[in-house]
């Protein structure tokens, strides 16, 4: 849908902020930009995370053979890997987005023992990773010797974040993460954003962004029951916030409203952190743009699955790294 609406946008002068498209086809046109890293750059901090915060030394690749996402990001996943000198089966596991069952995982997860693996490459979906951790999870409780199983991890690409992981909803997906949370502890994976970096990062909370606080004061109500509540934003509302202050920024270092065309927004983006113009501070981290109209070394969140201190027998989801520059 971007890439048909990009080219309609742009042929008449008019500047484009794209706040999670990730197809790597549609850098390249001089009115277009984006806030995220596309396919081929999540693939390679990816590939990093497995072999410098990970440590996986035998990497399963599983992939969705329909699916042109999942394949360009777990192609850029492996040359990065191997750039690093990093371990990669020589066989892959097929699986379908949101289709294959516990069922269908258990037996790549087989697959997995039998090569020795210790890291399991994910390009799906939330859905996915609930289904692969619990056949995982499945396996190991049956041998519980296997030491295999005991310290088999999941990473995957930002389709994972999402608060299913933590059980939320009403699927029969929601009801295995809640109900089987050690499971769901071997997953790993990025997002372009997520509140929990700011603290990472050691930032004093009066010296966040104001969008948490706006977040807070629109949608969440403190005296209603947490179910019924709007949860913290997620990495699409903040994704779109940084795109559409992005256009904002640049439109305001403009001298008057009657300069304001298409040409001139567009060249200020070009130029933001590289000339007179300096880089911009989002929620998701600092925003430069490169020639291709790509980020430059945008942050990109390590999240992971671990248990709640606060409720036992639940989890929650924290950062445990930051890759990119977060801010300048």
């Not at 289709?99 to 210790?118: E, F, I, N, P, R």
């Not at 994910?122 to 519980?144: F, K, N, Y």
């Not at 992005?246 to 040409?263: E, F, K, Q, T």
């Not at 248990?307 to 801010?327: M, W």
């Amino acid at each position: 849908q971007t890439l048909r609406a990009r080219d309609i946008i742009t042929e008449v002068g008019i500047p484009m902020v794209s706040p999670t498209a990730g197809d790597v086809n549609l850098a390249g046109n001089p009115y277009f930009f984006r806030v995220n890293p596309p396919y081929n750059a999540q693939g390679a901090a990816l590939g990093t995370v497995a072999v410098q915060q990970l440590h996986a030394r035998s990497i399963m690749i599983l992939q969705a053979p329909s699916d042109p996402t999942s394949l360009g990001l777990a192609n850029a996943f492996v040359t990065r890997v191997q750039t690093l000198h990093g371990s990669i089966l020589p066989s892959r596991g097929s699986f379908v987005e949101m289709t294959t069952s516990v069922t269908g995982y258990q037996a790549l997860v087989q697959d997995a023992v039998l090569a020795k693996a210790d890291l399991m490459f994910l390009p799906g979906t939330d859905v996915d990773a609930v289904r692969l951790a619990h056949a995982i999870g499945e396996a190991s409780r049956s041998e519980p010797k296997n030491a295999v199983l005991a310290n088999l991890k999941i990473l995957g690409g930002t389709g994972l974040a999402s608060n299913l992981l933590l059980g939320q909803g009403n699927t029969p997906d929601a009801l295995i993460a809640r109900e089987f949370p050690q499971d769901m502890q071997r997953l790993h994976f990025i997002s372009f954003a997520d509140p929990s970096e700011w603290r990472f990062a050691g930032v004093a909370p009066d010296s966040w962004p104001t969008f948490f606080t706006e977040w807070a004061g629109l949608f969440q109500n403190n005296k209603a029951p947490g179910t019924v509540n709007a949860p913290p934003p997620d990495q699409n509302a903040i994704m779109t916030y940084d795109a559409l202050w992005v256009i904002a920024r640049a439109a305001s270092y403009l001298p008057d409203a009657g300069s304001m065309n298409g040409l001139a927004v567009r060249d200020i983006l070009a130029s933001m952190g590289n000339g007179k113009y300096p880089a911009y501070q989002g929620v998701s981290g600092r925003i430069v743009f490169d020639a291709l109209g790509n980020p430059t070394d945008k942050a990109i969140v390590l999240l992971a699955v671990q248990p709640n201190p606060k409720v036992r027998g639940s989890n929650i989801i924290n950062t445990v790294a930051i890759i990119g520059t977060f801010r300048s």
